[in-house]
T-cell receptor, first 111, second 116 residues
Framework: RKEVEQDPGPFNVPEGATVAFNCTYS??????FFWYRQDCRKEPKLLMS???SGNEDGRFTAQLNRASQYISLLIRDSKLSDSATYLC????????????FGSGTRLQVQP | GAVVSQHPSWVICKSGTSVKIECRSL??????MFWYRQFPKQSLMLMAT?????????EQGVEKDKFLINHASLTLSTLTVTSAHPEDSSFYIC????????????FGPGTRLTVL
């Protein structure tokens, strides 16, 4: 079983739609959580950190459920420019400080 | 914001040659840098953690004699793929953490390696 799992998609949605992605993690030592966006053949770019209380940045809302060990990302009013692969990542509080990534969920927003 | 550069951005080489990839933190010091590899349609997988002034820590299954890492200064880490083979063709990405800073890692733009 992968340490961080995501539905690969693709999610094909029309402009203006609301779309949600989930990500589950198996390592209870995970202490920090992130959503990254990766465009084709580019490096991942940090979209937002995820906090237990939930956090919002414009059209993007992230939630963390530690009891069930999953994080979510909600995108409202989807834009064409939101088309990308969304990676969730975790950071453990023990050992090495590298990120563990999910395999990503592909989003395609259509006109 | 913190900027990380990588050089070259892409390279094509013949099988059996060695390729060096540089990762630089341009406006901050990084005691730790990370090297990831990403195959098509797969996630980023950590290869090794590069520590300034000491030996790199490699992940299980990553050959340290094939992927040589040097972190000689607080702003530069290099990854050398020795005797590259077609199966080493991949997207290599480094990231750096600001020394003494928060958890955030800053990624370089990646290097696409194609071995013929």
């Amino acid at each position: 079983r992968k340490e961080v799992e995501q539905d690969p998609g693709p999610f094909n949605v029309p402009e203006g739609a609301t779309v949600a992605f989930n990500c589950t993690y198996s390592n209870s030592a995970s202490q920090s959580f992130f959503w990254y966006r990766q465009d084709c053949r580019k490096e991942p770019k940090l979209l937002m950190s995820v906090y237990s209380s939930g956090n919002e940045d414009g059209r993007f809302t992230a939630q963390l459920n530690r009891a069930s060990q999953y994080i979510s990302l909600l995108i409202r009013d989807s834009k064409l420019s939101d088309s990308a692969t969304y990676l969730c990542a975790t950071l453990k509080n023990t050992g090495r400080r590298a990120l563990t990534f999910g395999s990503g969920t592909r989003l395609q927003v259509q006109p | 914001g913190a900027v990380v550069s990588q050089h070259p951005s892409w390279v094509i080489c013949k099988s059996g040659t060695s390729v060096k990839i540089e990762c630089r933190s341009l406006d901050f010091q990084a005691t730790t840098m990370f090297w990831y590899r990403q195959f098509p349609k797969q996630s980023l997988m950590l290869m090794a953690t590069s520590n300034e002034g000491s030996k790199a820590t490699y992940e299980q299954g990553v050959e340290k004699d094939k992927f040589l890492i040097n972190h000689a200064s607080l702003t530069l880490s290099t990854l050398t793929v020795t005797s590259a083979h077609p199966e080493d063709s991949s997207f290599y990405i480094c990231s750096a953490e600001i020394a003494g800073g928060p958890d955030t890692q800053y990624f370089g733009p990646g290097t696409r390696l194609t071995v013929l």
